[in-house]
């Protein structure tokens, strides 16, 4: 076989090899001319709003399948059962006010007992 | 007709006669330029009308620093290496492999199915980087000078000469791979 540089220096070898479908070039110019007018169509409005309003419609069902997920998990009135719970176990206890600021005294730290008297009696 | 002449009428306000003219003129030698770099029919016919789309876009920024023919070529030269780069990640992403498309896009066409020695050849340009495919086929199809080729790459002359000697001697390195299996 010959060398690979005088079978690169061959002129059939410097010819593109490649075909090209039949009547191509004559075509060129109406297909260039029919991406320009494409590109400079305005684009409608309707198109111009599709991915708004398709963002919001997925928003939508996004936030339908998270508010169902909890109302069937029922998470959703679980913080107002606890805080129905807690009313009900503190109306059970008896206890006068005097017995109330006692505990209160001997359970927190001065400073916290302070604070506490300062938002209930405003001063 | 003249690239002045096109030019000429460009300027007169007559734009669409001019972007026609410019059209027949250069569309065929664009074309086998971009067809070299990517090998493929469908791909240089779609970097073409992209060029074009790009040129009547940016006519009005042409100052005519540069001659026509080398402008034209600058963009579609441009056209065609954002191209290759974009299909090499692409083909990277999907953990293909890039060589293989293009080898398999060589292959559909008629003319070179059975010739070894020419899919030695163009098998070795696919495996070129984007830019040194395209120094090496403007200088070894079109026998494009230099000069005219550092003002479409915006390279010194000099260094096109050795990427030019780099991307002949990878060629030559892959095709004996390839014909002396």
């Known amino acids: ?123 | 007709m003249e690239e002045s002449d096109i030019l000429c009428l460009y300027r007169n306000g007559e734009r669409h006669q001019a972007f026609n003219l410019m059209m027949r003129r250069y569309s065929e030698s664009l074309y086998w330029h971009l067809r070299s770099m990517v090998q493929c029919h469908e791909d240089a016919d779609d970097l073409l009308q992209n060029t074009w789309l790009r040129v009547w876009n940016s006519l009005d920024t042409f100052r005519a620093e540069s001659r026509l023919y080398t402008w034209l070529y600058r963009i579609a030269t441009n056209e065609a290496i954002t191209f290759l780069n974009r299909s090499r990640q692409r083909a990277m992403i999907s953990l293909s492999s890039y060589t293989r498309e293009v080898y398999s896009k060589i292959a559909e066409d008629d003319n070179l199915g059975a010739d070894r020695i020419q899919l030695a050849l163009q098998h070795a340009i696919a495996k070129l980087p984007p830019r040194q495919k395209a120094v090496f086929t403007m200088r070894y199809y079109d026998e494009m000078p230099y000069e005219d080729m550092a003002e479409i790459l915006e390279v010194s002359a000099s260094s096109l000469k050795a990427s030019y000697h780099h991307a002949r001697e990878k060629v030559e390195q892959s095709m004996k791979n390839e014909l002396d299996r």
């Open chain 1, 1 to 123: 076989m010959k060398n690979i540089g005088d079978i690169l220096d061959d002129k059939k070898m410097r010819t593109r090899p490649f075909s090209v479908p039949e009547g191509y070039f004559e075509t060129v110019e109406a297909r260039v001319h029919d991406r320009i007018e494409a590109s400079q169509r305005r684009p409608s409005l309707v198109a111009i709003l599709r991915p708004a309003v398709l963002m919001a419609c997925m928003f939508l069902i996004i936030g339908g399948i998270g508010y169902g997920t909890l109302k069937l998990t029922g998470s959703l009135d679980a913080r107002d059962r606890a805080a129905e719970q807690l009313e009900a176990n503190l109306r059970g206890l008896e206890f006068t006010d005097e017995e109330a600021a006692t505990f209160l005294e001997t359970e927190l730290s001065p400073a916290a007992f302070e604070e506490m008297l300062a938002v209930a009696y405003q001063y």
